[in-house]
């Protein structure tokens, strides 16, 4: 990659741009996938102000950041379980840019905080249907269950929980 791609912690104030980021992205990755009243349903419970904030402070979810050329382009956040296992909450980035390493630059930071942590193996849900799933997949994550969780209002999420040793 010959712009200069830098992965960074976020905090509180990096809420606006996280769920920017989100509105930009999920459209595109869910598009396929999820009718727009489930999707615009599931951002407002994920990525609202006070949804994210929450994440960070009570559920202690801790977010990073891709930014190219100082332009925020993609970011993740994890946090764990138990001891040993870690999930990957979410990770996200701008369609324009897939393809270029981001994906997998933010996954390699997560997993050398997961190791830096102590935590063993590494869980992620991801969507039946999303396409997603082939490059965690790539990234070494095996399918180790579905499962489907009711998330309200007649929605769920149908999902494979993938996972790797870290």
Known sequence: MSEALVIRSADQ?????????????????YKNILSKDQMDYMLGLNYS?????DQIIN???RFIIAEIELEEVGFASFGPITDSIWKLHKLYVLPDVHGKGVGRALLDMV???????????LILNVNKFNKARFFYEAMGFRIEKEEVNDIGLGYVMDDYVMGKDV
């Open 13 to 29: 104030d990096d809420i606006p741009t996280i769920g920017f980021l989100a509105h930009q992205i999920w459209p595109e990755a």
């Open 49 to 53: 102000p006070d949804a994210l904030e």
């Open 59 to 61: 559920k202690e979810h």
């Open 111 to 121: 997993e050398e905080e997961v190791r830096t942590h102590n935590g063993a193996h």
